[in-house]
């Protein structure tokens, strides 16, 4: 007898629901159990990969909204409106689930109401925790005329739109304050966090980082829906977003040759320590690669070539993240983290469930603009003729790389 199922199995289905089993068996334990049965925590190493993975880079990934809505509603360049959808809807799942991570970290998450009634003035996580509830109402409001085109409700989205530019101004302040504030959380660690990433520069390492990475972001979802649903957008927006990505990753490195030379950094670069290793690595692959592939113009005027600078941008971050969050806290706390096979599952599941609704999302919402490969032809040939403007050597064959 042969059973026929409403869907088709697929293995990036079965692995979906095999990170939901792991994760709601860990969040069971967790919320039953406590933070002690569920986790590695301890008061050596109080913050884990809950903090540094899912809640830092959670924010400095979903960074893209305000860039964004700023560059489209405050500076008017229209232009740019094809992949503002796209980049509103990452950073509402972003922050959204973010809020969610946080309440796996705090060991009694129901007072999380107490941040509203009483107020603590000196805490730089009041400001971040303030900014971000805010912000995820500015996300929502930015978002609600996707849901109401979807319906068809014409007069709400009219009136929102009036007040479209005020909330996009608040959003962009809002998500400065809290993304540089989450690096003034560690300004106050001198003696703990390692010299390869404790400055009195964190802020503003934390907001050049999340620009960068924000932008990557819009690469690298524009890559993975093309392949997914077939949706494109124009390869000049994407080359202008590249080229965003790279000024900002050499402004972050100059900064940091900048502090390092400053603080006398340079000889810890000498030291064979885990710290080294890492923090070598997260330079290399998260700002020297990416600047190197999008200076060659072959690769800057691609979306493979922009794929994999964005990839490597990412990774970079993430890295940069965690170590700060983990690794450059190691040394001085004396005690080695790693994270419980339930933090991992809480983690991974959390992410899976942000890649499930962002498919969904694009599935059955007016997201992308969808282009023909004329159009997309016609954006490849008009980014090429601006690069050869500039560079009249330049030998490229007319074919725009979309796989």
């Given at each position: 007898?042969?059973?026929?199922?409403?869907?088709?199995?697929?293995?990036?289905?079965?692995?979906?629901?095999?990170?939901?089993?792991?994760?709601?068996?860990?969040?069971?334990?967790?919320?039953?159990?406590?933070?002690?049965?569920?986790?590695?925590?301890?008061?050596?190493?109080?913050?884990?990969?809950?903090?540094?993975?899912?809640?830092?880079?959670?924010?400095?990934?979903?960074?893209?909204?305000?860039?964004?809505?700023?560059?489209?509603?405050?500076?008017?360049?229209?232009?740019?409106?094809?992949?503002?959808?796209?980049?509103?809807?990452?950073?509402?799942?972003?922050?959204?689930?973010?809020?969610?991570?946080?309440?796996?970290?705090?060991?009694?998450?129901?007072?999380?109401?107490?941040?509203?009634?009483?107020?603590?003035?000196?805490?730089?996580?009041?400001?971040?925790?303030?900014?971000?509830?805010?912000?995820?109402?500015?996300?929502?409001?930015?978002?609600?005329?996707?849901?109401?085109?979807?319906?068809?409700?014409?007069?709400?989205?009219?009136?929102?739109k009036k007040v479209t530019v005020p909330i996009v101004i608040a959003g962009v302040v809002l998500s400065t304050l809290h993304q540089s504030s989450l690096g003034s959380l560690y300004l106050i660690m001198p003696g703990?966090?390692?010299?390869?990433?404790?400055?009195?520069?964190?802020?503003?390492?934390?907001?050049?980082?999340?620009?960068?990475?924000?932008?990557?972001?819009?690469?690298?979802?524009?890559?993975?829906?093309?392949?997914?649903?077939?949706?494109?957008?124009?390869?000049?927006?994407?080359?202008?977003?590249?080229?965003?990505?790279?000024?900002?990753?050499?402004?972050?490195?100059?900064?940091?040759?900048?502090v390092f030379t400053a603080q006398d950094v340079w000889p810890y670069l000498l030291e064979m320590r885990t710290e080294t290793y890492l923090f070598v690595l997260e330079f290399l692959i998260g700002v020297i690669i990416p600047i190197i592939l999008l200076s060659i113009k072959r690769i800057r005027i691609t979306t493979r070539g922009l794929y994999y600078a964005s990839l490597f941008t990412i990774t970079g971050f993430l890295l940069n993240r965690v170590n700060i969050t983990i690794t450059g806290m190691e040394a001085a706390s004396g005690v080695k983290y790693v994270p419980s096979w339930m933090e991992i599952a809480v983690t991974v599941a959390i992410v899976s469930t942000g890649f499930f609704v962002f498919a969904l999302a694009i599935r059955y919402l007016p997201i992308f603009e969808h282009h023909t490969e004329e159009q997309e032809s016609e954006s490849y040939k008009g980014v090429l003729e601006d690069e050869l403007s500039t560079d009249k050597g330049l030998n490229v064959p007319l074919t725009?790389?979309?796989?």
């Open positions: 007898m042969n059973i026929k199922l409403p869907f088709k199995i697929t293995f990036w289905k079965v692995v979906l629901v095999l990170t939901w089993i792991f994760g709601i068996i860990a969040t069971i334990v967790r919320f039953t159990q406590g933070l002690g049965a569920s986790t590695n925590l301890s008061n050596h190493t109080p913050w884990g990969i809950w903090i540094g993975f899912d809640l830092l880079c959670g924010v400095g990934l979903a960074a893209g909204g305000f860039t964004i809505a700023a560059i489209v509603y405050v500076f008017h360049l229209k232009r740019f409106y094809p992949i503002l959808r796209p980049t509103i809807l990452t950073a509402f799942l972003g922050y959204i689930l973010v809020v969610v991570a946080l309440m796996f970290d705090l060991g009694q998450p129901h007072r999380i109401w107490h941040l509203m009634v009483y107020w603590n003035h000196h805490s730089v996580l009041f400001e971040v925790g303030w900014c971000v509830m805010l912000y995820n109402t500015v996300l929502f409001l930015e978002f609600l005329p996707i849901i109401f085109e979807r319906f068809g409700w014409g007069k709400p989205k009219k009136w929102l703990k966090l390692y010299p390869f990433w404790y400055s009195a520069a964190l802020p503003f390492f934390f907001i050049i980082s999340a620009v960068a990475v924000g932008c990557a972001m819009v690469i690298f979802e524009s890559h993975l829906s093309m392949r997914a649903f077939g949706h494109k957008l124009k390869l000049d927006i994407l080359v202008d977003i590249g080229r965003v990505m790279m000024v900002t990753l050499i402004v972050y490195m100059i900064l940091k040759i900048q725009s790389d979309v796989t």
